[in-house]
Nanobody, 116 residues
Framework: QVQLVESGGGLVQAGGSLRLSCAASGSIFNINVMSWYRQAPGKRRELVAAISSSGSTNYADSVKGRFIISRDNARNTMFLEMNSLKPEDTAVYYC??????????WGQGTQVTVSS
């Protein structure tokens, strides 16, 4: 089993920045891809960014050039640096991990609110 705990959410003005963290614990040796998803009220959960164990990254078009995903394998932690935040970035942000064999895990989510 893998446990994921997010932190770093909060309220920020448009144009500001936030840094989210996701700490992984438990049976983490099989984790391959880690990702950030978000879900705004009334909308479907969507992929924001993903990073593989080798460091390859993928971003949603809506956050390219503004968000940076990174991973510290020694500390079992993933980060999401969010810059130039917009009100439409307001959502609950979830950490997600996928094992090599395909089993997946979710964190409990952290709220990000961007005021205009």
């Amino acid at each position: 089993q893998v446990q994921l705990v997010e932190s770093g959410g909060g309220l920020v003005q448009a144009g500001g920045s936030l840094r989210l963290s996701c700490a992984a614990s438990g049976s983490i040796f099989n984790i391959n891809v880690m990702s950030w998803y978000r879900q705004a009220p009334g909308k479907r959960r969507e992929l924001v960014a993903a990073i593989s164990s080798s460091g390859s990254t993928n971003y949603a078009d809506s956050v390219k050039g503004r968000f940076i995903i990174s991973r510290d394998n020694a500390r079992n932690t993933m980060f999401l640096e969010m810059n130039s935040l917009k009100p439409e970035d307001t959502a609950v942000y979830y950490c997600h991990a996928m094992e090599v064999v395909g089993k997946t895990y979710w964190g409990q989510g952290t709220q990000v609110t961007v005021s205009s």
